[in-house]
């Protein structure tokens, strides 16, 4: 089976940077669409930014602020992150649509903490 696994986060100060990872792992057949959602505590998942071949996407209030990447000799997807802010905390997922066995389906990662805190 594949297997998403995310790295990076952690507690940074307000303005500092984290730049998150997200490995793919397993037997596939290939990756589409790569994408970071965030779940802050207390409130519904929400999208984050995504990137497709015709482009990448970006939550408003993140704009200016993240960039997403892929990596496709490593089967990564990235977020840097700069200029963090209190309410970017939160638990960090990134997700796949992948094709194994002639099937395409989303995977999601176990999430990675990010806390902006002085």
């Known amino acids: 089976q594949v297997h998403l696994a995310e790295s990076g986060g952690g507690l940074v100060q307000p303005g500092g940077s984290l730049k998150l990872s997200c490995q793919l792992t397993?037997?596939?057949?290939?990756?589409?669409?790569m994408g970071w959602y965030r779940q802050a505590p207390g409130k519904q998942r929400e999208f984050v930014a995504n990137?497709?071949?015709?482009?990448?996407n970006y939550q408003n209030s993140v704009k200016g602020r993240f960039t997403i990447s892929r990596d496709n000799a490593r089967n990564s997807v990235y977020l840097q992150m700069n200029s963090l802010k209190p309410e970017d905390t939160a638990v960090y997922y990134c997700?796949?649509?992948?094709?194994?066995?002639?099937?395409?389906?989303?995977?999601w990662g176990q999430g990675t903490q990010v806390t902006v805190s002085s």
């Open positions: 997700n796949m649509d992948i094709t194994t066995d002639a099937l395409t389906l989303t995977y």
């Open positions: 397993g037997k596939f057949i290939s990756v589409n669409a």
């Open positions: 990137i497709i071949s015709g482009g990448t």
